[in-house]
Each structure stands twice: as C-alpha cells, then as structure tokens.
C-alpha cells in the first residue's frame, strides 16, 4: 500500500469510539491490529465505546459477538442504530404505530419499549427502513399504502448506508437501498436518518463519558458516514484503510474534508513511541 496518505496519531486521547464492520472486524474475524489496541486502551482504562449502524444486532448481540472474538465487551459499551432509533421515537413520537421493515432485532427492542406494530396500512404512523435480509414487494406494498394513499405515514430510515460489505470484496445491499424503494414508489422522501452520520449517533455514545468531545477521537472506515459525523461534531477522527475506504479516496479529498489519521490497521491508533516498551513490532 502506497504510504503518501497515512498519518498516525503521537498521543493517547480521553475516549476512543470505534465503528464496528470494516474497522473492528470483517465477517467473522477481527482485522489485524484490533486485539492489541484495544487491550492496551483498556490496560491503560481509556474509555472505548462501539458503534454501528447495522440493525441486524442488537447491543447484546454484539458484545457476544466481540467478547467471542477475543474482545470482551459489557453491553453498556454498545451503541447501534437499534439504540437511537428507539430512542429518538420515545423522546419524539412514543404513541405512534409502526411498520419497521427490517430484521428481528429491531422488531424486538421497538416491543420491548412499549411501541405497537402493525402491518395495516390504515394505522401505521411511521414505516422504518433498515437493513431487512427478507425485504419483498408485501413489505414494499404495505409501505406505499401507508404513506401515499391512506396519507398518513412518514418515512424514517435507521442508517443511509448503501451497502454492507463483507469479506473478499462481496457486499449485500443496506438500509439506502430500501429507502430508495420506498421513496421512488410514494414521491416522498425519508424525513430522518438515525444512523452515523447523523449526530445522534454520538449523543447516544458520549453518554456518560468522562471526556471531552474535542479530544475524542472516532475511528472508521467509511468517510460518508463514520469521518463526516466526526467532522461534523468536532472530534479527532481516524480512517482506516480496511473496510471501505482506499487511499484514492483519501487523495481525492480536499483539506476540510480529510481525517485527522489514516491508517493502514487500526493498532496504528496506539502512539509509535510506546511500541518498543510493548514488546510490538510489524510482524505481531
């Protein structure tokens, strides 16, 4: 890999807030690099947090999941797109009925918070996309009826991720692409995305934390969603270059828009200068 991109941070920060897929892992195995780093940022009780915007798993599912790989993660530690979109609902629409056309995760938590589900067209109040392995025309249907000829349902999304990518370079299509169905079918558009980019995502996340927003930093592989939210907010932001992203993209970026770090592996994060004391070099 050409290294004219790469920059790697020299210090530690107050909280490290990583993305999941691509960043942490790629299908069923953690990326190079992500064991040690986040052993040494717990060793030294740096705050970390996970985030993501798949609502295919709910936060115990992914703190299974890690703390199977080799990570282990309390549930507290988890904020996916399951957790801002119940959220956001409660704090804003907590008596509407909903059409979620998604996975069963969602179905779940939206119960267990109290919302009612309906699959008539005549009562849903708010259809939500998101990432649904079994989307079909029914599903399609039910949301045109909804929102275009009974008139009375708006359209949310849980994320505005195109696609979700998986190992050797295979993707399956996300959440964007159901929205876009939906959208091109009603003639309206989706009034609120709950996942990264939008801010929410690391309102949710800094909850709690004895940190400063401004030295924080969010580390991701995607720059639409994971680096822009960073900019956004204000934080320290770092790139790396094993999910989405590749080093062109980087160098196709004008100043306002690059990250503050890119990186070839995610170990990368932990200062070059306490490598030696580590025991760490390029092979291990």
């Known amino acids: 890999m050409s290294t004219d991109v790469l920059r790697a941070p020299i210090e530690f920060y107050d909280a490290y807030i990583f993305d999941l897929d691509g960043t942490i892992y790629l299908g069923d195995h953690l990326l190079p690099g992500a064991a040690r780093a986040i052993t040494e940022l717990r060793r030294r009780d ?68 109290g919302f009612r589900l ?9 259809v ?13 249907q039910i949301a045109f009826d909804a929102i275009w000829y009974h008139r009375r349902a708006f359209l949310i999304e ?15 299509p996300d959440c964007a692409s159901i929205t876009a169905a939906i959208e091109a079918c009603t003639r309206t558009r989706c009034v609120r995305s709950l996942g990264k980019p939008d801010p929410i995502m690391l309102q949710v996340t800094m909850q709690g934390l004895d940190a400063r927003l401004e030295h924080s930093v969010m580390v991701g592989d995607r ?23 590749t080093a062109d ?20 994060l932990i200062p070059r ?8 070099t390029e092979d291990n």
């Open 118 to 126: 309906s699959d008539d067209p005549a009562q849903i109040d708010i």
């Open 223 to 245: 720059l639409q969603t994971d680096i822009r939210m960073a900019l956004d907010a204000g934080m320290v932001s770092g790139l790396v270059l094993t999910g989405e992203a």
């Open 158 to 172: 849980t994320n505005p991720d195109r696609f979700c990518p998986f190992p050797g370079g295979r993707g399956e």
């Open 128 to 140: 939500i996309a998101s990432y649904d392995r079994s989307f079909d025309y029914r599903k399609l």
């Open 46 to 113: 740096i705050p970390i947090r996970y985030l993501s915007n798949n609502a295919t798993k709910d936060p115990a599912m992914y703190a299974r999941m890690l703390t199977d790989l080799g990570l282990p993660t309390p549930v507290e530690d988890i904020a996916n797109t399951i957790v801002t979109t119940t959220r956001w609902l409660l704090a804003n629409h907590p008596d509407a009925v909903l059409f979620p056309i998604s996975e069963e995760p969602l179905h779940r938590a939206l119960t267990e918070a």
């Open 249 to 268: 993209d980087v160098r196709a970026l004008t100043d306002e828009h690059r990250p503050s770090y890119v990186l070839d592996r995610i170990d990368r």
């Open 273 to 280: 200068a306490v490598w030696s004391e580590l025991g760490w």
